[in-house]
């Protein structure tokens, strides 16, 4: 499985935009990015994936350049419920597939 | 639609009981996977169902771990006898076979809130 390497942590301010960069230079060609958020006491919740260039949802764009060994998660104009941490994971495409976390990045959103 | 629930949300117990988990998968979701975190480290896996069989469990601990999944509907999860180390917090996942993220993604596993596990 590829291993994930992300910030620690990050700090921001309501209203800016959250660039959190992961790296996975060990990805293989079934594998998709994908990003977990979890606030205190709840477990992961899914808000974005993607295999190639970039990814838009409601909550987040994922941005993924063409060698793969990177991805971008952006949270536009954070709230103060946008602190959590958030997990970059790869994940091989079949299903029933165990996720593997790292350590995620603690985004903390200060008035 | 109901999401994946567990009880109890707190278990406190002594060194040396026995602790049962329980996981309330989302209906219908084939795919069931217990999580833990335990104090300062990050969340591993630690067995996957489908329906009621056990697809891996690679990830359990040691035999004073014991899950079922009678039916193919909820699962327990059962520590006899716990141990001070497996303070932590046990997360359980479903989700739908063949269910991706996106037209050809991977599968999205939905998690519960956890049970908060503190042996004394």
């Known amino acids: 499985l590829a291993k994930t390497t992300q910030p620690i942590s990050m700090d921001s301010y309501e209203g800016q935009e959250v660039n959190i960069t992961c790296s996975h230079n060990n990805i293989a060609t079934n594998d998709y990015i994908t990003w977990y958020q979890q606030f205190p006491s709840q477990g992961p919740r899914f808000i974005i994936q993607?295999?190639?260039t970039k990814v838009t949802n409601e909550v987040a764009s994922l941005f993924i350049p063409a060698d793969r060994k990177s991805s971008t998660l952006s949270l536009p104009r954070v709230s103060l419920s946008d602190t959590a941490v958030y997990y970059c994971?790869?994940?091989?495409?079949?299903?029933?597939?165990?996720?593997?976390f790292g350590g995620g990045t603690r985004v903390l959103v200060k008035p | 639609e109901a999401g994946v629930t567990q009880f109890p949300s707190h278990s406190v117990i002594e060194k040396g009981q026995t602790v049962t988990l329980r996981c309330d998968p989302i209906s219908g979701h084939d795919n069931l996977y217990w999580y833990r975190r335990v104090m300062g480290k990050e969340i591993k896996f630690l067995l996957h169902?489908?329906?009621?069989?056990?697809?891996?469990e690679s990830g359990m601990p040691n035999n004073r771990f014991l899950a079922e999944r009678t039916g193919g509907t909820y699962s327990t999860l059962k520590v006899q006898p716990a141990e001070l180390e497996d303070s932590g917090v046990y997360f359980c996942a479903s989700s739908q076979e063949g269910s991706t993220s996106g037209r050809r993604g991977s599968e999205t596993q939905y998690f519960g809130p956890g049970t908060r596990l503190l042996v004394l």
């Open positions: 994971l790869v994940v091989p495409k079949a299903a029933g597939n165990k996720l593997t």
């Open positions: 993607g295999y190639k």
């Open positions: 169902f489908v329906k009621e069989s056990k697809q891996d």
